[in-house]
């Protein structure tokens, strides 16, 4: 995984007012055998102006919590408020949602798609032009306006879907896993559509995702282990926090020599160090055992705040 690299970030928070604000929230899916804690008394603030990647495992309460915030799902308990109001009483019009499901017909073309959301909205025909069109240039989907959804390439129907949650200029947008199936390319050029689309003080943008990679991209991270807040802060400070340099060993028959520090990710043991000089470098070289010193990764802040491996899989993706 690479290291975070701070030329990708763009400043630091702007706030101008609440986007979402959870107390005590709790959201419990099923019933006796099959009971899931998807999320665990979470208390959250995200102002306006805020680019959020919620990044966890699977599993670990992304989706339940976007499901919360954009009034699909009534929380088991607690209180959820979305730019300044009660969840339950939110006009759903504020806000614009990304599922990993498109929202487009592939039968229609972008436009038509994107006009008859503005219909729905109430928008009369030539204001739903304007906004359309608008909504089109910003998106870089000008030329594609006539091209029917079926025929795009995922990364331009993925755009053609955030061009569809934006029509309506909402206060919060929510994004579910926004870069699945897409190649590498489509991916990164659906994160830096993000960053630009970030340049509203008036707008937040909450993605979940369980790629370090992509969460990196963020202004603010918030990594979520069965459905409570382990770590929340911008990624370098993240990743700061950890200490300068983290330590891998690939033997298999490795012990580490104490608990303190290591964990396992993957195949891997891991215990941060201040550098090549470290002691505990020093010594393990000094026996012979082959390792790596490298930049710490939010998945090593991850496993170093949960005690468990990002990649842990609960099954299906959710
Ligand atoms: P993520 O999006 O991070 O993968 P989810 O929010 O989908 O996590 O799921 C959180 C937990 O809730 C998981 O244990 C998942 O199995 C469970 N869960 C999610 N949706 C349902 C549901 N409709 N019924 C039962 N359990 C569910
Ligand atoms: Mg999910």
């Not at 919620?54 to 730019?83: D, E, F, W």
Request: proline fraction near 5%.
């Amino acid at each position: 995984m690479n290291a975070i690299d701070p030329r990708d970030h763009i400043e630091a928070p702007r706030t101008t007012g609440s986007a979402l604000s959870l107390r005590k929230l709790t959201q419990i899916h099923g019933r006796g055998k099959t009971k899931r804690v998807a999320l665990n008394e979470l208390d959250l603030d995200i102002n306006r102006g805020e680019w959020v990647a919620l990044l966890g495992p699977n599993g670990s309460g992304k989706s339940t919590l976007l499901n919360v915030a954009s009034g699909q799902l009534q929380p088991t308990s607690g209180t959820c408020a979305v730019l300044g109001e009660p969840v339950e009483t939110l006009d759903r019009g504020a806000i614009g949602v990304v599922f990993q499901v498109t929202a487009l017909d592939p039968r229609l073309t972008i436009e038509e798609n994107l006009l008859d959301l503005a219909r729905l909205q109430g928008l009369k025909r030539q204001d739903a032009m304007d906004r359309i069109s608008e909504a089109l240039k910003r998106s870089g989907l000008a030329e594609r306006a006539h091209d029917r959804v079926a025929a795009l390439s995922g990364g331009l129907a993925r755009r053609a879907d955030l061009a569809r949650a934006m029509i309506h200029e909402p206060g919060l947008l929510l994004l579910d896993e926004p870069t699945t199936g897409l190649d590498p390319l489509a991916r990164q050029s659906c994160l830096d559509h993000l960053a630009k689309v970030n340049c509203s003080d008036e707008r937040a943008i909450i993605m979940s995702t369980h790629l370090v990679e992509e969460a990196a991209r963020a202004q603010r991270v918030i990594m979520l282990d069965e459905g409570r807040c382990v770590a929340d802060g911008s990624p370098e400070s993240l990743c700061q926090q950890i200490g300068a340099r983290i330590l891998r060993i690939y033997e298999t028959d490795f012990e580490p020599p104490s608990d303190e520090g290591w964990s396992k990710q993957g195949d891997a043991w891991t215990c941060p160090v201040s550098g090549h000089g470290d002691p505990i470098v020093e010594d393990l070289l000094s026996q012979g055992i082959e390792l790596s010193v490298l930049r710490p990764t939010l998945a090593d802040v991850f496993a170093q705040k949960s005690g468990r491996d990002l990649s842990t899989m609960e099954g299906p993706a959710s």
